[in-house]
């Protein structure tokens, strides 16, 4: 709490201090930190090796609705999932359900069957053990980080930083941004075939033999010309 004079009195006044937001410098243009700054909340622009924003220990990774599907297409959002998993306090934000529907029935808007999408949020929920907030807009974004900063503090740990995958890992982590590849074939063309060279040298027939129909996609894509 600062301290200030009353001129007339002479008595020292304490006057509660601005919430604290530390904001990622890539979120800095965003309207979300606009909104923020206008709550009266004091905004440190930094760059944070994880998550967007920090408030009082937590962290929180915003994603629009449109950026969530293409990070959820691309597995980028996997990889910050895991990440933010080294604090004990996260949070994901999906915002603009208003603005934009998250799924519908219809494949074709998105171009991803609905279905995936309630088992990605399903697993970000059970497997990742990363809370979800859904919110209207920018607005409703900045109004939930507001009140979030106005509870008690947690301490931050110091040790937080970008997690880095061991080869075995990488390996899955790269059959896997092909179509239909998950993380069970990915899995087992490696113990297959040892290493990815070996699986993209290999034929159709024995790709077949271990994932069935799944090696036309990846084949496909193998051997697209750029």
């Known amino acids: 709490m600062k301290e200030i004079f009353n001129i007339f009195s002479r008595r020292k006044i304490k006057q509660p201090e601005k919430p604290k937001i530390t904001v990622d410098y890539r979120e800095k243009n965003s309207l979300v930190v606009s909104e923020l700054a206008s709550l009266g ?18 962290a929180i990774e915003r994603k629009t609705v449109s950026d969530f599907i293409s990070s959820m297409k691309n597995r980028r959002l996997l990889r910050q ?16 359900i208003d603005e934009q529907e998250l799924y519908t029935d219809s494949k074709e808007i998105i171009g991803m069957h609905p279905n995936s999408i309630r088992g990605f949020l399903l697993s970000i929920l059970l497997n990742y053990k990363v809370p ?47 179509p ?16 990815i060279k070996s699986i993209i040298n290999s034929t159709e027939e024995n790709l077949r033999k271990e994932i069935g129909k799944k090696a036309e996609n990846l084949l496909r894509i193998i051997e697209h010309q750029y």
């Open 180 to 195: 239909g590849i998950g993380p069970k074939t990915a899995r087992k063309l490696l113990k297959k075939f040892r290493t």
């Open 81 to 96: 999932l895991e990440e933010i998993r080294q604090y004990e306090s996260r949070l994901l934000i999906i915002e603009g």
């Open 41 to 58: 909340l004091d905004i440190e622009v930094k760059e944070l090796k994880v998550a967007d924003y920090l408030v009082k220990g937590t």
């Open 132 to 178: 979800i907030v859904f919110t209207k807009n920018y607005e409703d974004t900045a109004r939930f980080i507001s009140v979030l900063s106005r509870k008690e503090p947690r301490e931050t740990p110091l040790n937080i930083s970008k997690k880095f995958r061991s080869k075995k890992e990488q390996a899955q982590y790269i059959l896997e941004g092909f």
